[in-house]
């Protein structure tokens, strides 16, 4: 059988899904089913006076209506997981329900309960609450100056935490032959998954065990929170992610919601079911980005780069959220020199309370963040010196030879290539015809933007003991079991939880090839805390990395175990046995030779093992990698602004980035594809807006821009192969990778557009009209 790791197989589980068989939340019917809804805060910050709820407990199919007060020693606070170190964390506790306080629009305030969708919204209308309502705070910095408002009693100057990494002493910049100095506003996005969050629980009481059916992209996470969350132990909760409609990071985290649900289901012996609405998620559900970042990059005149301070004021919303405190921290400050060969490094984050919607990992997560500040002060720099913008970038690439390689901040980056997919990215573009074209028309008035991002981000979050180190509430390692049956077909167990990455197919192609065995013989259990002893979920782009891993360890010893069997069989040495293709031949001898389906019903109907050996054939494995790895590329855009009405025209999008060893390049092609929407998304359209009361001015899809299809050109996508080391398949991350790179390459390329203008930024979103202002203002100057 040929291998089919690093070939273009069709998703398997498309099928499936194309034909409307998938199996999501609100598919799930159970006998007795309630309905839940959650009345929410329409005020930003208020105290609650009094909730009048007589009249709709009369209503006829109304079961239960809880508050805050009502839950108070019942249910516990939503905790964070990510207690970052030596940053004098503070952490606000988190209830499901507000009991006296509200902070933010979309808070919850009352739980109703009826026995269908439509009573419990007539319901709603039937509840008075009747609030204070108090000033509010939106913005990070207006939230830490002195005498502002406080947003928890508790807390000073709502600072939730101040985190320092690595020093630049101010000699340094200021002795250096040029210095560059830029703010940049990386607003708040929505990852706008296109099913939105769900629960229904279901208690058995003969049995004391909840079964929670939640859209988590790491159910045993949301497991482990929630036993806490509910006072249930862990053997007692049973979490089950059904197929699910996007995540993007916004499920990673555990929300009130979802411990409504499982209260509510235990508390009344009955099926319950929540179903988000669409308004609701824009403001219950938690968002991304919203930093302020303030860089210095200083070198010299020649290009060199010799320090970069940096420090980011990262709105974290009115609690803490599951990874929130991590993102502007450990994932963004790590990483802010990206990939060059800076010596001095410093990064400070100050993470603010504000009465806005908890922040938590978007896709990316702290990574798109840092690799924007550097990439956009990289071109400014070029400017500075009059040096073309892939020139400083040559000059300053960390080194083929140097890997791997530490960083300024103290990560070991695993492997490296830079310059290999930048200078195929040019070939494809025709990087200096393209210049002498833009010139060309530049003299004709026409606005052409060229923009690069060469990036490098940290992915696969994997080694439990830096996680440890980090203050992740957990181990990142992963695990898997591979069990042959007796017909040779094999069903794998994993503890990732895929929601559209195609685990199914990927994972497959690596069993397929191990076992040597059809594709289509080996099924997987994926996203269930009963099915699946643990496992730590899907983000940062770890599945194939971390998980990846795991599965080809569990593999590998199934192969073990069936060589020793073959061997016996063959009344042959194990070293003379050879395994290739679903064969074991003893050597030198043709024909003499078991299939893997052979070995298989041998091990599993046990009749003649070699002598101490058990039955069964089952291979598993906990892999905890030595390191995270570092996926890179090259992305080029080139773009059109439109002078009378600002608008920009994508004309050209090429990306070249190297993931390792590729498993499966429709799969991974496809997550370029998706990850470059999302980032070209927040570059030129999505934002959100709030009101200087708080209320959010963008929380409808008529408002809040996402990006079309057709917005897009055709993406020329290539990979490049530097392996990793890290893991035994020598693969590394790739969903995350067209994010990370795209918002700094469409950004470059609009400031590279407007040169004749000498403007070094332009706030994102870039929409049109502040284009159009940057070329009247231009216009007027002249």
Same mark, same amino acid.
């Given at each position: 059988m040929a291998k089919i790791v690093g070939?273009?197989?069709?998703?398997?589980?498309?099928?499936?899904?194309?034909?409307?068989?998938?199996?999501?939340?609100?598919?799930?019917?159970?006998?007795?089913?309630?309905?839940?809804?959650?009345?929410?805060?329409?005020?930003a910050h208020a105290k609650i006076k009094n909730i009048l709820i007589d009249d709709a407990l009369r209503l006829e199919g109304v079961v239960a209506i809880y508050t805050g007060k009502d839950l108070e020693g019942k249910i516990g606070p939503i905790p964070t997981t990510w207690r970052v170190p030596g940053c004098n964390l503070k952490e606000a506790?988190?209830?499901?329900?507000?009991?006296?306080?509200?902070?933010?629009?979309?808070? %919850?305030?009352?739980? /109703?309960?009826? @026995?269908?969708?439509?009573?419990?919204?007539? #319901?709603? $209308? &039937?509840?008075?609450?009747?609030?204070?309502?108090?000033?509010?705070?939106?913005?990070?910095?207006?939230?830490?100056?002195?005498?502002?408002?406080?947003?928890?009693?508790?807390?000073?100057?709502?600072?939730?935490?101040?985190?320092?990494?690595?020093?630049?002493?101010?000699?340094?910049?200021?002795?250096?032959?040029?210095?560059?100095?830029?703010?940049?506003?990386?607003q708040r996005v929505f990852p706008s998954a296109i099913e939105t969050r769900a629960a229904i629980g279901q208690y058995d009481a003969g049995s004391g065990d909840l079964t929670l059916w939640c859209s988590s992209q790491n159910p045993h996470i949301h497991r482990m929170?929630?036993?806490?969350?509910?006072?249930?132990?862990?053997?007692?909760?049973?979490?089950?992610?059904?197929?699910?409609?996007?995540?993007?990071? %916004?499920?990673?985290? /555990?929300?009130? @919601?979802?411990?409504?649900?499982?209260?509510? #289901?235990? $508390? &009344?012996?009955?099926?319950?079911?929540?179903?988000?609405?669409?308004?609701?998620?824009?403001?219950?559900?938690?968002a991304g980005r919203d930093e302020i970042i303030d860089v210095e990059l200083a070198g010299k005149k020649d290009g060199t780069l010799t320090a970069i301070r940096v420090k980011n004021t990262a709105n974290l919303g009115a609690y803490l959220s599951t990874f929130g405190p991590g993102c502007p921290t450990i994932d963004f400050g790590l990483m802010i020199t990206g990939a060059y060969d800076i010596p001095h490094?410093?990064?400070?984050?100050?993470?603010?309370?504000?009465?806005?919607?908890?922040i938590d990992a978007y896709r990316g997560a702290g990574k798109p963040e840092a690799t924007y500040q550097i990439e956009r002060m990289i071109d400014l720099f070029a400017k500075k010196i009059a040096m073309d913008p892939v020139e400083i970038r040559r000059k300053n690439f960390v080194k083929k030879e140097a890997f791997p390689y530490t960083n300024a901040q103290g990560l070991l980056y695993d492997s490296g290539d830079y310059e290999k997919p930048l200078q195929r990215a040019l070939d494809i573009i025709n990087y200096e015809s393209l210049r002498k074209e833009q010139e060309k028309l530049r003299k004709l008035g026409k606005l052409i933007g060229i923009g690069f991002s060469t990036y490098v981000e940290l992915c696969g979050f994997g080694p439990s003991k830096v996680a440890g180190a980090i203050g992740f509430q957990g181990g990142v390692w992963e695990n898997a079991t591979v069990r042959i049956h007796p017909s040779g077909k094999a069903t794998v167990f994993c503890g990732t939880s895929p929601h559209g990455q195609g685990h199914a197919t990927t994972f497959g192609q690596i069993v397929a090839d191990k076992l040597g065995i059809p594709l289509d013989d080996i099924e997987f259990v994926f996203s269930d805390t009963k099915s699946v002893s643990m496992g730590w979920g899907t983000y940062g782009s770890r599945s194939t990395a971390v998980g990846g891993g795991a599965i080809a360890y569990a593999a590998d010893r199934v192969v073990e175990k069936a060589k020793k069997i073959a061997a016996h069989e063959l009344e042959a040495a194990e070293e003379d046995i050879v395994f290739e293709n679903g064969i074991f031949q003893l050597k030198g001898v043709p024909g003499h030779q078991r299939t893997f389906q052979e070995v298989?019903?041998?091990a599993n109907y046990a009749w003649n093992l070699p002598e101490g050996m058990e039955p069964s054939l089952e291979g598993q494995s906990f892999f905890d990698p030595e390191n995270f790895v570092y996926p890179f590329g090259t992305h080029i855009v080139v773009l059109e602004i439109d002078k009378q009405t600002g608008e920009i025209e994508l004309k050209r999008y090429v990306c070249v980035d190297d993931v390792g060893n590729v498993i499966n390049p429709l799969t991974a092609e496809g997550q370029v594809h998706g990850g470059i929407a999302q980032g070209v998304g927040q570059a030129l359209w999505e934002g959100a807006i709030f009101s200087e009361e708080g209320q959010l001015l963008t929380g409808t899809l008529m408002d809040y821009a996402l990006p079309k299809a057709r917005f897009f050109p055709h993406i020329e996508s290539e990979f490049t192969v530097t392996p990793t080391t890290v893991n035994p398949i020598g693969s590394k991350g790739v969903?995350?990778?067209?994010?990370?790179?795209?918002?700094?390459?469409?950004?470059?390329?609009?400031?590279?557009?407007?040169?004749?203008?000498?403007?070094?930024?332009?706030?994102?979103?870039?929409?049109?009209?502040?284009?159009?202002?940057?070329?009247?203002?231009?216009?007027?100057?002249?």
């Open positions: 070939t273009p197989v069709k998703r398997k589980e498309d099928p499936r899904l194309l034909t409307g068989n998938g199996r999501f939340a609100d598919d799930i019917q159970l006998p007795g089913m309630l309905y839940a809804t959650v009345i929410r805060s329409p005020h506790p988190h209830y499901p329900l507000a009991s006296d306080t509200v902070r933010y629009v979309g808070d %919850g305030v009352v739980l /109703v309960i009826a @026995d269908d969708r439509y009573t419990v919204r007539d #319901a709603v $209308d &039937l509840i008075e609450v009747d609030y204070e309502v108090l000033p509010a705070v939106v913005r990070q910095k207006e939230a830490i100056k002195d005498n502002q408002l406080v947003i928890h009693e508790d807390i000073e100057n709502n600072i939730a935490l101040h985190w320092k990494a690595g020093e630049v002493a101010d000699e340094l910049i200021e002795s250096a032959e040029v210095v560059v100095r830029e703010s940049f506003n990386l929170v929630l036993s806490e969350v509910l006072n249930i132990p862990e053997s007692k909760l049973r979490v089950i992610a059904p197929d699910m409609g996007g995540g993007f990071g %916004g499920k990673i985290g /555990v929300h009130p @919601d979802e411990a409504l649900v499982g209260y509510a #289901a235990r $508390d &009344l012996n009955r099926p319950v079911k929540w179903i988000e609405l669409r308004s609701e998620n824009f403001i219950a559900a938690n490094a410093s990064c400070e984050t100050i993470g603010v309370y504000t009465n806005t919607t908890p298989a019903r041998s969903g995350e990778t067209g994010t990370t790179a795209s918002i700094a390459a469409v950004a470059n390329a609009v400031i590279d557009a407007l040169a004749p203008y000498d403007v070094t930024d332009v706030e994102m979103p870039i929409t049109p009209e502040k284009v159009w202002r940057v070329i009247q203002s231009g216009e007027e100057n002249e």
